[in-house]
């Protein structure tokens, strides 16, 4: 009897143990510890000084680096411990194994500074000592050796006492400001790296900044010369209008004509749909290179077919003015029509067949049907298009980077804004042109979102 007492008490202690708490702290620490290398100075002051920039500087061998002897234990340990803390926190029955295995990277982790207690870079007055990043860094990974004890059941049990004092001791949160907690922290977010970011952009656009020296104030100078007076403006912003023409007109008819066919029963439909779409899984910079081989003046697939057809001197495509800025634009097109195929069919599942059906009990040739009833009812897939049509011909930067950088007449406003920012070192001009390109993207961005709030405000 009193064997079995103490076998039930020992079972009740045993359950008692919950690493719910730990993997979540675990989870916790292994963020800050990321953040930390990556965000925060490492030595000094200077955010220039990170984990991360030291580490990718001896990696890389860049000459000057400061040595850093097993700073690599510290990313491997974040990037492990955020793994093995969602492997606890998703599932509760992996919960203890995961605060054992953090406990274990965390020990692992602690292991660099043991090491580097004697670093000659901390007590190197260039560097400027600790830096706020080390620190935290440190204090993050004795969070993860730590983290284990929050499964014992007197520090677990305390921690749901103090919880109920102060939930006694202070009102509830109203249920009416729980989302506004939940949207604070994105809001900080959006704020730090988009909102923060286009307003600084905006100041610089009216001073004269190398990027080094402080900002000089100059007013609209850079606007009036932009405008009125640089050429490169002008052939960067017609380059645009072109992608935007063809952008516009050639996918959208080949992808909206794709989707009629292969919305039909035909076989080996699905092979075309996955061959047309194929492309765009590819990023810009592959899809450039694979273009720029194909356009190669010797070695390429098009002049090398030109010539088994006899063609004695075929262009070279890339090297002509007249034609690099249009070859450009055609890697474009076989990249983006599968995209608006894709579009298209989602739009031809959602209408509803009894509008199709009654048109064709009404004598509708296909034609009559396609005019009058498909493509109206295609109407909001098709402002989709165009607006996405838009704002990626006006942000048109990497096949032109990649497959002329900008030479040959084929000058864009994105690659026309980096090379003036970060080539020329204007960074004022080039925020200038940020600016104007931005404000072009707001029309027909703020065209689309009109039409949509206007729909929704009629549904």
């Not at 203890?96 to 190197?124: C, E, H, P, Q, R």
């Not at 994105?414 to 931005?438: D, H, K, P």
């Amino acid at each position: 009897m009193i064997a079995t007492k103490t076998t039930n008490a020992a079972k009740t202690a045993n359950n008692d143990w919950d690493f719910n708490a730990s993997a979540m702290t675990a989870l916790v620490c292994a963020a800050v510890l990321l953040i930390a290398l990556i965000f925060m100075p490492w030595l000094g002051t200077k955010i220039s000084v990170n984990g991360m920039r030291l580490l990718s500087d001896n990696l890389y061998g860049t000459a000057g680096a400061i040595p850093t002897p097993y700073l690599w234990i510290v990313p491997v340990v974040a990037l492990a411990s955020i793994s093995a803390a969602l492997w606890g926190t998703l599932a509760s029955e992996n919960a203890k194994a995961s605060a054992l295995v953090n406990a274990g990277l965390g020990l692992a982790g602690l292991t660099y500074f043991a090491i580097n207690t004697k670093w000659a870079a901390l007590t190197d007055p260039r560097f400027g000592g600790m830096g706020l990043g080390y620190k935290i860094a440190f204090i993050a990974l004795a969070g993860l050796v730590l983290q284990i004890f929050l499964a014992v059941p007197a520090v677990n049990g305390g921690i749901q006492r103090l919880n109920l004092f102060f939930s006694r001791r202070f009102p509830e949160t109203s249920p009416k400001v729980v989302p506004y907690l939940f949207l604070i922290p994105p809001l900080l977010l959006y704020f730090a790296w988009i909102i923060a970011p286009t307003l600084y952009t905006i100041y610089l656009s009216f001073t004269n900044w190398d990027g080094i020296s402080p900002p000089k104030w100059i007013g609209i100078s850079n606007y009036r010369y932009l405008i009125l007076k640089d050429p490169n403006f002008i052939e960067s912003l017609t380059n645009n209008v072109r992608w935007l023409i063809i952008f516009i007109t050639i996918p959208t008819t080949a992808g909206l004509a794709m989707a009629m066919i292969f919305n039909t029963e035909m076989r080996g439909g699905k092979f075309y749909k996955v061959s047309f779409y194929a492309p765009l899984v590819l990023s810009l910079p592959v899809i450039g290179l694979m273009w720029a081989w194909i356009y190669n003046p010797y070695l390429g697939l098009i002049n090398n077919t030109l010539r088994l057809f006899g063609v004695e001197d075929p262009p070279g495509w890339l090297g002509d003015r007249q034609l690099a800025i249009w070859c450009i634009i055609v890697a474009a097109v076989w990249r983006q029509v599968g995209y608006v195929m894709v579009l298209y069919l989602a739009g031809l599942k959602n209408i509803d067949p009894n509008f199709i059906d009654a048109a064709r009990v009404d004598g509708a040739n296909r034609w009559q049907l396609f005019r009058h009833v498909i493509f109206p009812l295609l109407a909001p897939v098709t402002t989709i298009i165009v607006v996405i049509s838009v704002i990626d011909s006006l942000r048109a930067f990497d096949l032109v980077s990649v497959m002329t950088r900008g030479g040959q007449g084929t000058q864009v406003l994105a690659n026309f804004m980096y090379i003036e920012a970060f080539n020329n070192y204007r960074m004022g001009y080039g925020a200038a042109i940020a600016v104007v390109l931005f404000a072009l993207s707001l029309i027909f961005i703020g065209f689309y979102l009109s039409r949509v709030a206007k729909e929704e405000m009629e549904y």
